[in-house]
C-alpha cells in the first residue's frame, strides 16, 4: 500500500470509519476486453453510533478531528484521493462512470439512484442518499487544493492529529501492539521519544 494512503486509512480509522483502500475500478473496452479505469484511494464509512470522546473497550480514544467536519448525525461516507502533492482528485477519479460504480459497489445507494448522487458530488462535493447517508468527496494532500467542489486536508494536520492521538492516549496505547503500519511507527517514535526523557512514564 502507498504510504500516504496508509496514513489516510490510520487517520480515518481513528476517527471511527470503517475503510477499503486502493479500491479497483475496472471497465469493459472493445473485443470483449476489460481495462482498469482507476483505483479509488481511500473509501471510508462512518456510522453516528461512534462516541465522540471518552477511550474505548481498547483504551483507544473517539474523540474526532473537527477538521474532518464529520457529520455526526448521519452515516458517512468519504471517497478520497491520496497525493503527496496538492490535495487533488485525479480526472479519472471525478469520471461520472467511475464515481456512479463506485457508489454502487460499496452498497451505499442503489445503482439507479447513483448517477443522481453524483451529479451532486461533481457540483458541491457532497450528496445524500435516498436513505439519508452523507456521501462526499475528499482529497488529502500536501498543501490544500484550489478548488472549492470538495474538501481538502492537508496531511500535515493528518499527521498533527495523530500525535495528539498518540499522546492522548498513551497509557493505553503503549500496551497495545498495534499491526497498523503508520499507527505503529507513531506509538514506536513515542516510546524512543520517552526512553530520553527519564521519570517521563514508559
Request: proline share 6%; net charge negative.
Amino acid at each position: 500500500m502507498d504510504v500516504a494512503v496508509g496514513l489516510v486509512q490510520t487517520y480515518l480509522r481513528v476517527n471511527g470509519y470503517f475503510t477499503v483502500t486502493e479500491f479497483p475500478v475496472v471497465e469493459a473496452i472493445g473485443g470483449g476486453g476489460y481495462r482498469a479505469a482507476t483505483d479509488i484511494d481511500v473509501l471510508g464509512c462512518r456510522f453516528p453510533s461512534v462516541a465522540d470522546g471518552g477511550v474505548g473497550a481498547q483504551g483507544r480514544s473517539a474523540s474526532v478531528d473537527p477538521a474532518l467536519e464529520i457529520p455526526l448525525q448521519s452515516v458517512d461516507m468519504i471517497v478520497g484521493e491520496v497525493k503527496e502533492s496538492e490535495a487533488a482528485f485525479n480526472a479519472p477519479g471525478l469520471r461520472r462512470d467511475v464515481l456512479a460504480t463506485t457508489l454502487a459497489r460499496f452498497g451505499c445507494c442503489p445503482v439507479d439512484h447513483a448517477e443522481v448522487l453524483v451529479t451532486d458530488l461533481l457540483a458541491t462535493g457532497h450528496s445524500t442518499t435516498p436513505g439519508g447517508h452523507h456521501v462526499r468527496l475528499v482529497a488529502f494532500g500536501a498543501t490544500p487544493a484550489g478548488t472549492r467542489r470538495y474538501t481538502s486536508l492537508p496531511l500535515p494536520q493528518v499527521v498533527t492529529f495523530l500525535e495528539g492521538y498518540v499522546r492522548q492516549n498513551w497509557q493505553a496505547l503503549k500496551t497495545i501492539p498495534s499491526k497498523d503500519p503508520a499507527l505503529g511507527w507513531l506509538i514506536l517514535r513515542e516510546k524512543l521519544r520517552l526512553a530520553g526523557e527519564p521519570g517521563a512514564g514508559h
